[in-house]
């Protein structure tokens, strides 16, 4: 047995893979390396990634300034306990991150994911309530659609994504809103939009003095299948959520970061939520490492004399140091100009390539907003479960280009590094497998 098949052999012995059938699925792909948007297999083959591995890597792979921080950084300080201690990396980053946000939200707590970020700023909302003398405000809300994580409360968040059917029993009650999903050249918007807010205001009206917080992914759901809606809904809502004296909490973990086109949603929508959770791209996709950031009126309401009004939530590695590094870097190089040009060279040429595509009588509802664009494969069933996805995936593997459509939703989530030949390569693939039987049939 050579050594690759050893490697596959021993990963079939011992791994549980995430959302993976193990009995059905393919042998993973072994990774060797990578660089820029590249990875490179175990078995000389290059896979180009679309998807930045699962949403996280923004300035590429292995990229050396990211590299350099961390290696640095685990010769002077690895790991100290955050409960009575600190350190400059955290200090600093949590300052960066105060500044680049709206207004007051300045109060950063570091946790270890995306999910996490999503508990803890559940857990906020709900103590912050009952610090307030209101414990009545105990009822949540949030959107079809929507995906916050995978543990309990994020899944109660995200009940309505369809991922969760096993585990219905477990979670929580959490209302949820229709979700005014749009796309280019959508003439009912309007009409979709003022039918959502009026689910709200209808909920408002009945529940606004019981409900604690209302969650959203703001401009994109994302695992829900790359659904954007206008940045003046979010507007509107955040203006019935005040009006009701509702949190508003955005889940960021996947927009953040410049991937919406600037560098939060937020700044895009113009609302200053209550809360806001970031994670995935934070370090550059070098480490695991989230913040949930709320307004500093929030935070007051958790101090006094009792220990009891503090927020009793923290993990091992919380704010861990090379985390912490890995994010300065990835803030550096975010903040430099060339990315700035890059997000908006990848924007245009998703529209430009979009614009071409959307004729294709297989594509519905193309889409872009920022570095991410979609489209529906049309007449092959839908939701995550349809099984073009899974063939498309595979065909474009074959061809090197590691895409991973949700369903029918075909997407694409580059890192910035990506080179303008590079993402015409994707397009013109994806463009071969419209056009190629053989990539619906099997
Ligand atoms: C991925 C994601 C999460 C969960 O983050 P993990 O790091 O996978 O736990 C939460 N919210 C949104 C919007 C996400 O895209």
């Known amino acids: 047995m050579d050594r690759l098949q050893a490697l596959l052999a021993l ?144 899944m109660s968040a995200g009940a309505r994504s369809g991922f969760f059917d096993h585990f219905s029993d477990m979670l929580f009650e959490v209302a ?64 019935h959520c005040r009006r009701a004296g509702v949190l508003l909490i955005f889940d960021e973990v996947m927009t953040g970061f410049g991937r919406t086109g600037r560098l939060f949603a937020t700044l895009t929508a113009r609302v200053t939520p209550d809360i806001i959770c970031l994670a995935k791209g934070l370090t550059g996709g070098f480490l695991p490492m989230s913040v949930t950031v709320c307004r500093d009126g929030l935070y007051q309401a958790f101090l006094g004399e009792a220990f009891d009004r503090a927020l009793a939530h923290g993990h091992s590695y919380t704010a861990n140091p090379l985390a912490c590094a890995a994010a300065l870097a990835s803030l550096r190089l975010l903040l430099g100009t060339q990315t700035e040009a890059a997000l908006q060279a990848i924007e245009r040429q998703h529209r430009s390539r979009m614009q071409r595509l959307a004729s294709h009588p297989r594509v519905g509802r193309p889409r872009v907003t920022g570095t991410v664009a979609a489209f529906d494969v049309v007449g092959e069933g839908t ?43 994707a397009y013109d693939l994806i463009e071969a497998a419209l056009s190629d039987g053989a990539a619906f049939l099997e």
């Open 383 to 425: 939701g995550y479960g349809a099984r073009v996805g899974r063939r498309l995936q595979d065909f474009f593997m074959a061809r090197g280009l590691l895409l991973r459509p949700l369903g029918n939703v075909v997407y694409l989530l580059p890192p910035y590094c990506i080179t303008p030949d590079q993402l015409d390569r």
């Open 11 to 154: 990963d079939r012995l011992h791994i549980w893979h995430p959302f993976t059938q193990g009995h059905t699925a393919p042998l993973p792909v072994a990774i060797r390396s990578a660089k820029g948007a590249v990875l490179h297999g175990e078995d000389g083959r290059d896979y180009l990634d679309l998807i930045s591995s699962w949403w996280v890597t923004l300035h590429g792979h292995a990229h050396p300034d990211i590299a350099h921080a961390i290696a640095e950084q685990a010769q002077r300080l690895e790991q100290v306990i955050f409960a009575g201690f600190t350190h400059e990396g955290a200090v600093e980053l949590a300052r960066r991150l105060s500044g680049l946000l709206p207004e007051d939200l300045n109060r950063v707590f570091f946790s270890d994911d995306g999910s996490t970020a999503v508990e803890v700023a559940l857990k906020i909302a709900h103590q912050y309530w009952r610090n307030m003398g209101a414990p009545g405000r105990r009822r949540l809300l949030a959107f079809d659609g929507g995906y916050h994580g995978d543990t309990v409360g994020a």
């Open 176 to 239: 949820s809103l229709p979700f005014p999903a749009t796309w280019d050249g959508d003439v009912n918007i309007e009409e979709r939009e003022f039918n959502c807010l009026a689910a709200l205001e209808a909920w408002l009206d009945r529940f606004g003095n019981e409900t604690a917080a209302l969650i959203i992914e703001p401009l994109i759901q994302g695992a829900g299948g790359m659904r954007m809606c206008r940045p003046q809904f979010l507007n509107t809502i955040a203006t």
